[in-house]
């Protein structure tokens, strides 16, 4: 199928061959044609679909074949988690809409909110945002969503995970009645299905690839290794394998920067990405990576959501998620757009419970190897740390539900280990 068949204007057109695509991928070719429908959305899609093009190609050409009213009021409104992801949403919009008339803004905290009121003050068409500047400047009265008619929630899951539930609430409040809603998700939990059930009406419900499932074509593979032993494993991979742009998962900040700086100490260019970082270190850093003059960035699952690498070759899991979910987040950022990639995990005896509930999800068991030098170390426990006290104090609402009921302690285990990944992060 070609994008011409989409029922895309020539300016879209035009801006989607100076992008290069050759073919709109499923996603695409899926959600467009519904959006320009005026029907609302729930797609389910990961990062590294091209979800992005999914929802604001039909978007930008629904806004400029609207109504232009002349103080340009927000018409589209997309939210996401992060503020990468906000910037990467927002420099889609522009690119894709540079033969169009429509302006657009992008808006997040951590940064002086000057440049934003200005930008809002002279009218913006489509404004994407995090939820919580959104809301200062709606209270300080810069800004109004009176006039939305299209909203997208991206990355909906990830805004659960970071706690923006009632944010989105206050948000809808402020949002006309009478409006398309485009919902986007990795994952789709009991309180997303909730949330997509408040907001959607009648939606048209769309996979990009089939729900928790591992795209095939990554080659997937883990290393078994003593804990102490991770640091020299991962440089010694980096440094024999030549690899020259690889993305490492910590499962904390502050494992990043010492692992980061392990790395620097052994000669290979690497920085970190977490959310302690200012705003300017985070983009400094991906820059650096996306031009080469960083080999190796080293993230936490929050800091690395939503960021736009495409072809990246190597993904290393310095240590394992204890949310299994994280682990398709995280290797979906290798084998993009059809090229192979390789997603590799080190794994020590207490992450061997991560490692089964992860060959639980994708329904697969993930080929285990020992490196020379690098084995396991037969006396550390096999049972996460977390794990341990959790048994010997079962929690309230595991009493009244019953101690015996599995599935309840395990639903418990990941509520209480995302918690506790949500403060790291
Ligand atoms: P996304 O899932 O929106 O983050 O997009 C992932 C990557 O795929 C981005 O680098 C896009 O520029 C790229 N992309 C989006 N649509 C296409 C397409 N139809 N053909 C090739 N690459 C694409």
Redesign the pocket.
């Known amino acids: 199928m070609s994008?011409n068949s989409l029922g895309l204007s020539p300016a879209l057109l035009k801006a989607?061959n100076k992008?290069?695509?050759?073919?709109?991928?499923p996603?695409?070719e899926k959600a467009i044609p519904v959006i320009l429908e005026r029907k609302d959305v729930l797609a389910s899609?990961?990062?590294?679909?091209?979800?992005?093009?999914?929802f604001t190609l039909p978007m930008l050409q629904i806004l400029s074949q609207g109504q232009h009213l002349r103080h340009r009021p927000v018409r589209a409104l997309v939210l996401t988690p992060t503020r990468e992801l906000a910037a990467?949403?927002f420099s889609?919009v522009r690119e894709y809409g540079e033969f169009l008339d429509l302006r657009a803004a992008v808006i997040f905290g951590g940064v002086s909110q000057i440049p934003q009121v200005k930008q809002i003050r002279r009218g913006v068409d489509i404004l994407v945002a995090k939820p919580g500047r959104l809301l200062d400047l709606v209270n300080q009265n810069v800004l109004s969503l009176a006039k939305v008619e299209i909203l997208v929630l991206d990355e909906a899951d990830r805004m659960l995970d970071m706690g923006f539930l009632r944010d989105i609430e206050r948000i809808m409040k402020l949002l006309p009645s009478r409006r398309q809603n485009l919902l986007f998700s990795a994952t789709f939990s009991k309180d997303i299905k909730k949330l997509a059930n408040g907001i959607l009406h009648h939606p048209a419900q769309i996979e990009a690839t089939p729900e928790n499932t591992t795209v095939e074509i990554i080659n997937q593979k883990v290393y078994r290794v003593a804990k102490a032993k991770k640091t020299s494993l991962i440089i010694n991979l980096i440094i024999d394998d030549n690899w020259k742009q690889v993305l490492v998962f910590t499962r904390t900040k502050h494992g990043a920067n010492k692992l980061c700086k392990k790395m620097v100490a052994a000669g290979i260019t690497a920085a970190a990405i977490h959310g302690n970082k200012s705003q300017g270190a985070r983009t400094k850093a991906l820059a650096g990576f996306k031009n080469n003059s960083i080999r190796v960035l080293v993230a936490t699952d929050i800091a690395a959501r939503?960021l736009?690498?495409?072809?990246l070759p190597h993904v290393v899991n310095f240590e394992l998620p204890n949310i299994p979910e994280d682990y398709i987040h995280r290797i979906g950022r290798t084998g993009?757009?059809g090229a192979s990639g390789e997603a590799i995990s080190l794994v020590c005896g207490e992450e061997i419970d991560y490692l089964r509930d992860i060959e639980k999800l994708v329904g697969l068991k993930i080929s285990s190897e020992v490196l020379e030098g690098f084995e396991p170390d037969p006396n550390e426990p096999t049972t996460p740390k977390k794990q341990q006290q959790r048994s010997r104090k079962p929690t309230n609402s595991n009493f009244h539900r019953g101690r015996n009921n599995r599935s309840n302690n395990r639903r418990q285990k990941r509520n209480n280990n995302r918690r506790s990944d949500n403060r790291q992060n």
């Open positions: 994008f989607i992008k290069g695509y050759d073919q709109p991928s996603i695409q899609a990961q990062t590294g679909t091209g979800k992005t093009a999914g990467q949403v889609n939503g736009d690498i495409p072809l993009r757009a």
